[in-house]
């Protein structure tokens, strides 16, 4: 007999329009929607037309004015500042009003862009929670990003207003935030007309007279500001990706499908109801952050946890168990690279025993390949189901998982289990030829995608079909290699571009590349992301210097990590280059970063019939093994 989950899949891909308006069904809107699905203008679809609604209004006043309005809504959960705050769905609805009203008395309107470069604390929830109340575009920037990061996304968005905080705080350092922030609105062209600066008591931010507010201050005076009906295909917001060059891509999601899409998600996918208290440990920054910590949680009714610390080192690697025992947490989302870092740690998993976790039940983990390592010794000493996940910042919600509120698969490890109800996953080769089953190919979604996706890139249509429409007609590229066995469980193995995982964070090696290519010494160069036990892969940078450089090769590395770190910003990781007297490349001129990879993670490799001149493949090992990341030549 079909399970749920079976029923729910065939039905989504052969009558979407009625599976997602049924779904839509559980949303408020000031309007119903024309169609479910407008497929007037492909490949341009839109979910919800002419339906009216507001996402705001949805995760907030929807649950005050049905009754749970005392209920938790936000838990602060801040180790690193030792403090604990909490808000009920009024207090949250109340502040969220409040800052509303700062908006707009600053002038912003409905489709002007907020960006957000903030700490994980509640006034940045209440920031984005406050744009989508007046229809305003919020733009959240991670903290981890350098001023010029920054800058580029400032240039981008052209936002009218600009929130941050004066600081972050890190394990071993307080990292100021303002100064960046300066320092990027100086490099923009494009300059906010104001700036509200949330002021931490441990750095108090110097103003911009004229230019700058205190948080505290505009809040005090505000009148709280009502929810305006947006179109459901108004964006929500926009958030910046890496691409493969070191201009990030603008990911727009859009109001209507994403409140569809994420609140659907939270039974099907996650197994949460109305009242769970629900963690993703991840950062506001990121689509996880934005899905899973303020929308989807919030939009369903739950009680969000928004953690600021990090799995090991604030104090101990018995944080997660503190954080899930304390707030009694039903399900939890974090990146393998968190669990690494624990079991690193703890091995044993000894400091779980002093936590009560009766009430935990699933943990989930996404945002670069569950390792069966971590993923075994999660259920050996969770004692619950460890469930695997793929989704993208331009999906914004899972493609493949076992469904728990649908249908608990058996897990197979390696494979985030199949497709989410929604998602037609197929395999193909470079010829858009469907694979046979176990056979390895690009992963590739039909079209349409379903709501909650990326409508497209920010202003810019024809990068949005380039980079994801244009090589598999019809298809989606999701830039994930992998394969789908006989049952359907699919494997994601790779990315098909030059995009790395570190830690969970998305990186563009070609980002990097452009960074190493301006010093001046450096006449050609590449960076690959090599294997990590605890990161996943780290970028590592191979530096052929120009003729009659006598500089020492030490400082030349030094500079360029040092530059990697001022231009795109700590969170690249770029801790390791080496300089080479060549690199290998193809007689065509095309560098052979496979192999390269493949030597750096000791793998079996295969001396490419194309290359130019195969001992330069021994030279590379060598400069490796120089480097602690190869065994040396075969
Ligand atoms: N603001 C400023 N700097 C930041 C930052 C932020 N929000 N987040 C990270 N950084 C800095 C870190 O301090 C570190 O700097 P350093 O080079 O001076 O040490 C650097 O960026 C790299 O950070 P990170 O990748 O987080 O490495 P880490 O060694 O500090 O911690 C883990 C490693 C595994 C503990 C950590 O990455 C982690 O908790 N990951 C969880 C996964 C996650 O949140 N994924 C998001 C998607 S689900
Ligand atoms: P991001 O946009 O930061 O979410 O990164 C998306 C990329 O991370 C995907 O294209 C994959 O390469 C990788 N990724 C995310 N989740 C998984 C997963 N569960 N398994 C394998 N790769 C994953």
């Not at 749970?68 to 769905?89: E, H």
Request: aromatic letters at 10%; glycine letters at 8%; one cysteine or more.
């Amino acid at each position: 007999m079909a399970n749920l989950y079976d029923e729910a899949y065939q039905k989504s891909l052969k009558d979407p329009e009625a599976f997602w308006g049924e779904a839509a069904e559980d949303c408020f809107w000031y309007k119903k929607w024309d169609r479910v699905l407008d497929d007037s203008n492909t490949p341009f679809y839109r979910w919800f037309a002419g339906g009216e609604t507001n996402t705001a209004y949805n995760a907030l006043d929807y649950h005050v004015e049905n009754g749970r309005g005392d209920q938790l809504a936000l838990i602060f959960d801040s180790p690193v500042t030792d403090t604990i705050r909490k808000y009920t769905y009024t207090e949250l609805r109340d502040e969220v009003a409040r800052f509303a009203g700062v908006l707009k008395s600053q002038g912003v309107q409905k489709g002007d862009r907020v960006l957000i470069y903030m700490p994980m604390i509640p006034e940045a929830a209440i920031a984005m929670l406050g744009c989508a109340r007046i229809g305003a575009i919020h733009s959240v920037v991670f903290g981890g990003f350098a001023a010029k990061e920054l800058a580029t996304r400032i240039e981008d968005a052209k936002p009218r207003l600009i929130v941050s905080a004066s600081c972050g705080i890190e394990v071993k350092r307080v990292i100021k935030y303002k100064p960046l922030l300066d320092q990027a609105i100086e490099l923009a062209e494009s300059k906010p007309e104001k700036c509200v600066i949330y002021q931490r008591p441990m750095e108090i931010a110097s103003m911009v007279d004229g230019r700058d507010l205190d948080w505290a201050d505009v809040m005090a005076g505000a009148e709280p500001a009502d929810c305006v009906p947006v179109a459901a295909t108004d964006p929500l917001y926009i958030l910046y990706t890496s691409g493969t060059t070191g201009q990030p891509k603008g990911v727009v999601r859009d109001n209507g499908g994403h409140m569809v899409a994420l609140k659907w998600s939270m039974k099907a996918i996650y197994d949460v109801d109305v009242g769970d208290v629900y963690w993703a440990a991840s950062d506001v920054g990121w689509v996880v952050g934005h899905s899973y910590i303020v929308y989807a949680p919030l939009l369903k009714g739950c009680t969000t946890i928004m953690f600021e610390g990090k799995p090991v080192g604030t104090p101990d690697a018995g944080v997660f168990w503190r954080v899930i025992s304390e707030h009694g947490v039903r399900s939890m989302f974090t990146a393998p690279t968190a669990f690494r870092a624990i079991k690193r740690e703890d091995p044993e998993g000894a400091l779980i025993k002093n936590y009560d976790l009766s009430k935990f039940k699933i943990l989930f983990l996404a945002g670069e390949r569950s390792d069966p390592d971590t993923i075994q010794w999660s259920e050996n000493h969770l004692k619950v189901p460890v469930i695997d996940h793929w989704w993208q910042t331009e999906t914004g919600w899972a493609i493949c998982a076992n469904c728990m509120g649908l249908h608990h698969f058996p897990v197979r490890y390696g494979s985030p289990t199949k497709a989410v109800p929604g998602w037609d996953v197929q395999v193909v080769d470079a010829e858009c030829n469907p694979v046979k089953a176990g056979e390895i190919g690009a992963l590739v979604v039909k079209l349409p995608l379903p709501p909650g996706t990326l409508p497209t890139l920010w202003q810019n249509d024809e990068r949005f079909i380039e980079s994801y429409l244009a090589e598999f007609k019809g298809y989606y590229k999701t830039a994930d290699a992998g394969y789908i066995d006989a049952d359907g469980y699919v494997y994601v193995m790779s990315r098909t571009d030059d995009i790395i995982n570190v830690a969970g964070h998305r990186l563009s090696t070609g980002a990097m590349e452009e960074v190493l290519s301006d010093h001046p010494d450096v006449a050609e160069c590449a960076v690959l992301g090599v294997e990590d036990k605890l990161k996943g892969q780290v970028p590592v940078g191979f530096m052929v210097l120009k003729a009659g450089v006598t500089r020492e090769n030490d400082e030349i590395v030094k500079e360029v990590v040092k530059m990697v770190r001022e231009r795109i910003g700590p969170v690249a990781a770029f801790k390791t280059a080496t300089v080479v007297n060549r690199l290998p490349k193809t007689r065509s001129g095309k560098i052979l970063r496979g192999t390269i990879q493949k030597i750096a993670d000791n793998k079996e490799y295969k001396v490419p019939a194309t290359i130019d001149d195969p001992s330069i493949l021994n030279e590379m090992a060598d400069a490796l093994a120089a480097i602690g990341l190869a065994k040396g030549r075969k």
